[in-house]
């Protein structure tokens, strides 16, 4: 099967598709009417085994191989962000504040590449291929809804690929490795004892207090973590007191940790460091903390060599992009803990182009050329690994 010729013949489809859905974006737990014209397009090109997930806006797709074999799973998410659109393109938003700035358009688009390609040549198959159409990303509960609806029941790998906007165009990185890290989410409440601002030892400062630990935080970071493991911890909120004179009983703070750790060492440091900071001078500090998502890592060795090997075949040595672990989040890596999985980024700046922005800015844009490229990795990954697989 000559893939990289197919993904050359639907190479305006797939452009097409990204138009339209980036036209039409829908913010996240929103995305009906996404998810009904991906049906129609799926069943548009033969595809007729399709299920329509009930707690959520996914759906999934299976491509039968004419050989009998494993399944592979290829994934796209499909929800937009609330962001108003200043790109000026004529296919821009037409849902005002919303956009798919992060790129999920081209996802969609992408997916559907591969699975027409695949389509056309499931009789060369040894085994089937699910697609993944995973809604709820941007807010990381889209994976975990449909694990538990069984979306990846009885699925060997799969393949997950993210348009990045600081890789340059034609690139993609299958980095053996960390990825991208964790998301952790955590609130931080402070009670002191409210006061008169000019009698503050009436009174226990909570905004006071909220400084300290604020400092003392990075303690976690500088001198209670391994250095070689990366990891960020960033208050990004804090609200306290409801006057300019009174010393506050009360503050809320909120924020993220970022690493490649798996573990709630991070989380049981914060506790120690908030409550004893606290009870220093005289007030409670209590935390709340969530995990958002697992860390991404490529650390399947036969799954990293598939995919790299894919990319070579299609493109050469020369189309394999080598892009440095970042701390941003991606829920797919929950499906990790169903099946082994590959993750991927596909480089779309082209400064000669004008293709400049970033993922998640309201001018992000991307070279529709490196399109049909993540539909022929992806297509091409697949097929390997499930050719792989039934030697």
């Known amino acids: 099967m000559d893939i990289k010729a197919l993904a050359d013949k639907y190479e305006s489809y797939i452009i097409e598709r990204r138009r339209y859905y980036h036209s039409c974006p829908e913010l996240s737990g ?110 990381a509960t889209g994976a975990k809804a449909m694990l538990a609806e069984g979306a990846l029941d009885g699925v060997e790998a799969i393949y997950g690929a993210h348009i990045w906007g600081v890789l340059e165009s034609g690139l993609i990185d299958v980095t053996p490795g960390n990825r991208m890290a964790c998301c952790h989410q955590f609130k931080i409440t402070v009670t002191g004892v409210s006061a008169h601002g000019s009698a503050p030892h009436l009174g226990i400062d909570a905004i006071a207090v909220s400084a300290a630990i604020v400092n003392n935080l990075q303690q976690c970071v500088s001198r209670m973590n391994d250095p070689l493991n990366p990891l960020v911890l960033t208050v990004g909120t804090i609200h306290g007191g409801d006057r300019w004179n009174c010393v506050p009983r009360e503050v809320e703070m909120e924020g993220t940790v970022r690493t490649f750790k798996a573990d709630t060492s991070v989380e049981e440091a914060m506790r120690r460091v908030i409550a004893d900071t606290a009870s220093a001078f005289g007030a409670a500090g209590t935390l709340e903390y969530k995990y958002l998502t697992l860390p991404v890592i490529n650390e399947d060795e036969q799954l990293n060599r598939i995919a790299h090997d894919a990319v070579v075949k299609l493109y050469g040595e020369e189309g394999v992009g080598h892009m440095p672990a970042i701390m941003g989040s991606e829920d797919f890596s929950w499906f990790g803990e169903k099946c082994r999985y590959i993750f991927g980024f596909i480089g779309s700046r082209n400064e000669e182009k004008g293709y400049v922005y970033t993922n998640h800015q309201e001018k992000y844009d991307v070279d529709e050329s490196i399109l049909k490229r993540g539909s022929a990795v992806m297509a091409q990954f697949a097929a390997d690994f499930l050719t792989e697989a039934a030697r």
Do not use: W, Y
């Open 30 to 139: 929103e995305e009906k009417e996404t998810r009904a014209q991906l049906r129609r397009d799926l069943e548009a090109m033969g595809v007729t085994d399709i299920r329509e997930l009930e707690n959520c806006c996914g759906l999934t797709a299976t491509i039968h191989g004419g050989h009998p074999g494993r399944t592979v799973a290829l994934r796209s998410d499909i929800d937009a962000l609330p962001v108003k659109e200043q790109t000026g393109l004529p296919f821009a938003s037409k849902n005002e504040g919303k956009m798919h700035a992060c790129g999920h358009d081209n996802h969609m688009a992408m997916l559907l590449g591969a699975a027409r390609i695949l389509n056309e040549v499931k009789d060369e198959l040894h085994g089937d291929v699910r697609l993944i159409i995973q809604p709820a990303e941007e807010v």
